[in-house]
């Protein structure tokens, strides 16, 4: 009895050390790729093959682009903020909640089109090929909807 219970906590430990070494080496690229400075980027050097020139292009353009992107956020955080103060104390749809409204959608406008220019000068700092499967990629991403039938689009399905 005594020895069929060493022998599973044995097999039990051995199996948990095989499971461990597997899941850590498995995992080691990944885990590499957040340790990084802009593990965003790790990714991308990888998939779409960036030389050294290319990353360092790619990472100024990305530096460039999210500090434009924090102040249009919060600038977007400040009018929902605003918006939602004034539909809470009127319940109604007044003049100046249209203009808020109106703001907002000018800004996500101004932040898609900007997000727009990024992936066509990032796809630009890529070899050719790379550049344009980048493209499709982001604009994937992005704008997901093709058709009434994509399932991604569940309100256009119903």
Known sequence: MKRALIASVIGVALAVAAYAGVFYTTTAPSRAEL????PELAWLTNEFKLDDAQVARVSALHAAYLAKAKERCRRMM??????????????????EIEK????IAQLRGECQREMFHHFVEVSHAMAPEE????????????????????????????
Do not use: F, K
């Open 35 to 38: 340790c990084c400075a802009a």
């Open 78 to 95: 400040a009018l929902n903020a605003s918006l939602r103060a004034m539909m809470a104390e009127t319940g109604e749809i007044t003049p």
């Open 100 to 103: 808020g409204m109106n703001e």
């Open 131 to 158: 550049g344009r499967r980048y493209l499709t990629w982001a604009l994937d991403q992005t704008l997901p909807c093709r058709s009434a039938s994509n399932s991604v689009c569940p309100l256009m399905t119903q």
